[in-house]
């Protein structure tokens, strides 16, 4: 898994804030601590990667008759041979990995959360131009640039990096968007899920919403008739971080409980000539709690519940962004008269409603073909 992400980073051609390419081992020590350094205070505080034998413009070069490349203990024993403040030390592994046919070597780099990485005394190394890493001066990496040698972060990166290293940032709302889209990470105790780093964050269901709300009254919705049982469970999750809830959501079982997810947003759309006709549609926003939280309940390992998730998802619109779905929302306005028409002369069939009435027929059909129809503009404006 590791090796196709840096395959894949190789491949972009381009380098990033937490990834940076070098063509060659330095023979200078200062330069080759400042490129760790400044990958260790990335700002995005992730694991970053130094890649060496890959030049800026993409060209393969390769390490293996690098004279000054080194092992891991060699470099371990590099930086531990530093005096960093509070004899924090980066913490780095190496990776050799073949690419066209050369050796590559990353050195992967890991915060630990202990940003920002400094020095306590000043580090110089005469070979070649003099070049110096002041005790004190603070580098982080942004974009694909590192902070010069003979200056620090600026002061709200620095700033950062400071909330970073006390746990104030990202805010626990941010984490737990990060955290749900790691369910493999997640352990079950029967009376919810914790997050295996950070146990204070749960997902929970709260029972007493769920009575309080009377859920168990609820009718099916609409796209519960394109499942092969339309039986479904209304139930209520949520996100805790201690005992405080960051996030709430009613959520649904179905196909008689095989496949459990929050219950989608809801969205209308007017016409310009007369607000009174609407297409009500149900959709997700990519990086919302909502959606992480959908994708942290589909458990890929079970096929039932991969049949009933391709179903739902016949039915609901996913856009990468707020300002898509506006935009998506003017395209509609704009093409009214001919969506409207493409719904009407739909033939889908919903076979699981003989038993409801008339009323609630055409209601659940009509839903269901403007859902359909809806999910083909959405691909076309794309193509626009």
Known sequence: MLEKEILNLIQSNREGEYWDFKASYTSNTVNLLHDIICLSNNLENREAYLIIGIADNGYVKGVKDDPNRRNQEQ????????????????????????????????IIINPKGYAPYYLSKSYEDNNGKKRIINAGSIYTR????????????????????????FGLYPSPIEKLKKYLLLPDEWIDNNEGYF?????????????????????????????????????????????RYNSTVLFGSQCIALDS????????????????????????YRYFIKGSILYNLHFFMYDREVM??????DKFLECI????????????EDY???????????????TKKVHSIYHLDDMEKDDIITKIKTMIILKNELEKYRKL
């Open 75 to 106: 470099l371990i024993s590099f930086i531990r041979g530093k005096e960093f403040a509070g004899e924090r030390y980066p913490h780095i592994k190496l990776l050799t990995i073949t690419y066209c046919d050369k050796e590559i070597d990353v």
């Open 142 to 165: 942004t974009g694909d640039k590192n902070t010069d040698i003979d200056k620090t972060a600026n002061p709200l990166d620095t700033e950062l990096l400071w909330k970073i290293h």
């Open 195 to 239: 997050y295996n780093n950070s146990p204070e964050y749960i997902v929970c269901s709260n029972s007493v919403i769920e009575e309080e709300q009377n859920y168990e009254k609820l009718i099916p919705p609409f796209y519960a008739y394109l499942q092969t049982s339309n039986n479904s469970v209304y139930t209520y999750y949520e996100c």
């Open 257 to 280: 409980g095989q496949y459990l997810t929050p219950v989608p947003e809801f969205g209308a759309i007017s016409s310009n000539c007369t607000p009174y006709d609407t297409l009500d």
């Open 304 to 309: 039932e519940q991969t049949s009933a998730r």
């Open 317 to 328: 619109l996913i856009f990468e962004t707020e300002k898509e779905r506006e935009w998506f």
């Open 332 to 346: 509609v306005k704009d093409n009214f008269y001919w969506i409207k028409q493409s719904i009407k002369n739909n």
